[in-house]
């Protein structure tokens, strides 16, 4: 989670210094641009050359806008997985998805602590972008009237007018668009707006949790082996004591001891008799 809020913030600072940057006033010197020196057949290619650089810088710009809007660009990327179309309400939805599974898991303590770092990043980038952007709007306002200036310099300065009229229209796109703060430049309106948004994505990301469904819970513990019980050991003998005991008697054995010692005592009694009579 800390290099997770670290990254927005140094992203932040990169824009931050672009902006200081920006505050440097932009002047285009007439030797800068490619002037045709003398008019000829060398005309056609100097007239190419200059609409192709237009060309090549704005498919550049194009380019690293594109890897900025799908995320892909690697100082301002954008959390996986997303949908470039709306990244922030992606995020959002996707963070009430991971604040119920924690829920469900059992991580509920985690979200009150996770949401108060989100609005504290968030608010650090709003915060940051705004001081770079009052540095870089001024810069972004004047460019349009700054490539028209260049473009007036350009015809002015070249000897040859008519080349250099046919040329203007090309330095003054060039300009406008593909500048630093032009339209389509690296700190331009459409690229500032993209990092902004790619930076508050970026604050209030969440990772995804590693949820195991109760269903593979169960099945991990089908196939655990199951322990069998163990046998009952037997009960030793209790000593010599129990060894040396009598063992009992049952009720009708000393019945019948008691009934044959009955019938002794009445056959004697009957013998005595007949011996006295």
Same mark, same amino acid.
């Given at each position: 989670?800390?290099?997770?809020?670290?990254?927005?913030?140094?992203?932040?600072?990169?824009?931050?210094?672009?902006?200081?940057?920006?505050?440097?006033?932009?002047?285009?010197?007439?030797?800068?641009?490619?002037?045709?020196?003398?008019?000829?057949?060398?005309? /056609?290619?100097? &007239?190419?050359?200059?609409?192709?650089? $237009?060309?090549? @810088?704005?498919? !550049?710009?194009? +380019?690293? =806008? *594109?890897?900025?809007?799908?995320?892909?660009?690697?100082?301002?990327?954008?959390?996986?997985?997303?949908?470039?179309?709306?990244?922030?309400?992606?995020?959002?939805?996707?963070?009430?998805?991971?604040?119920?599974?924690?829920?469900?898991?059992?991580?509920?303590?985690?979200?009150?602590?996770?949401?108060?770092?989100?609005?504290?990043?968030?608010?650090?980038?709003?915060?940051?972008?705004?001081?770079?952007?009052?540095?870089?709007?001024?810069?972004?306002?004047?460019?349009?009237?700054?490539?028209?200036?260049?473009?007036?310099?350009?015809?002015?300065?070249?000897?040859?007018?008519? /080349?250099?009229? &046919?040329?203007?229209?090309?330095?003054? $796109?060039?300009? @406008?668009?593909? !500048?630093?703060? +032009?339209? =389509? *430049?690296?700190?331009?309106?459409?690229?500032?707006?993209?990092?902004?948004?790619?930076?508050?994505?970026?604050?209030?990301?969440?990772?995804?949790?590693?949820?195991?469904?109760?269903?593979?819970?169960?099945?991990?513990?089908?196939?655990?082996?199951?322990?069998?019980?163990?046998?009952?050991?037997?009960?030793?003998?209790?000593?010599?004591?129990?060894?040396?005991?009598?063992?009992?008697?049952?009720?009708?054995?000393?019945?019948?001891?008691?009934?044959?010692?009955?019938?002794?005592?009445?056959?004697?009694?009957?013998?005595?008799?007949?011996?006295?009579?």
């Amino acid at each position: 989670m800390e290099h997770a809020a670290r990254r927005p913030l140094l992203a932040v600072a990169t824009l931050t210094t672009a902006g200081a940057l920006a505050l440097t006033p932009v002047i285009v010197t007439p030797s800068e641009l490619s002037a045709p020196r003398q008019i000829s057949s060398h005309v /056609a290619i100097q &007239l190419t050359d200059a609409w192709s650089d $237009l060309a090549s @810088a704005t498919v !550049s710009n194009l +380019g690293h =806008l *594109g890897k900025l809007f799908v995320g892909t660009d690697a100082s301002y990327p954008l959390p996986s997985p997303t949908i470039p179309l709306a990244p922030i309400l992606t995020q959002l939805v996707l963070n009430d998805l991971i604040y119920f599974a924690q829920a469900f898991t059992g991580d509920a303590g985690n979200i009150p602590l996770e949401i108060a770092t989100h609005l504290s990043q968030a608010a650090t980038v709003v915060q940051e972008v705004f001081t770079a952007a009052s540095a870089i709007v001024p810069q972004q306002l004047t460019a349009p009237f700054l490539a028209v200036q260049a473009a007036i310099e350009f015809v002015t300065s070249s000897t040859d007018k008519l /080349a250099a009229l &046919l040329q203007a229209p090309a330095v003054f $796109l060039n300009f @406008a668009l593909n !500048s630093d703060v +032009g339209l =389509l *430049g690296q700190y331009g309106p459409i690229a500032v707006s993209l990092i902004f948004r790619n930076l508050m994505t970026q604050a209030i990301y969440t990772p995804l949790p590693t949820i195991v469904l109760p269903f593979k819970k169960a099945a991990a513990a089908a196939s655990a082996p199951a322990a069998t019980p163990a046998a009952p050991k037997p009960a030793g003998p209790s000593g010599t004591a129990s060894s040396a005991r009598s063992p009992q008697t049952s009720p009708s054995s000393s019945s019948r001891k008691a009934a044959a010692k009955s019938d002794k005592k009445s056959s004697t009694a009957g013998k005595a008799r007949s011996n006295r009579g």
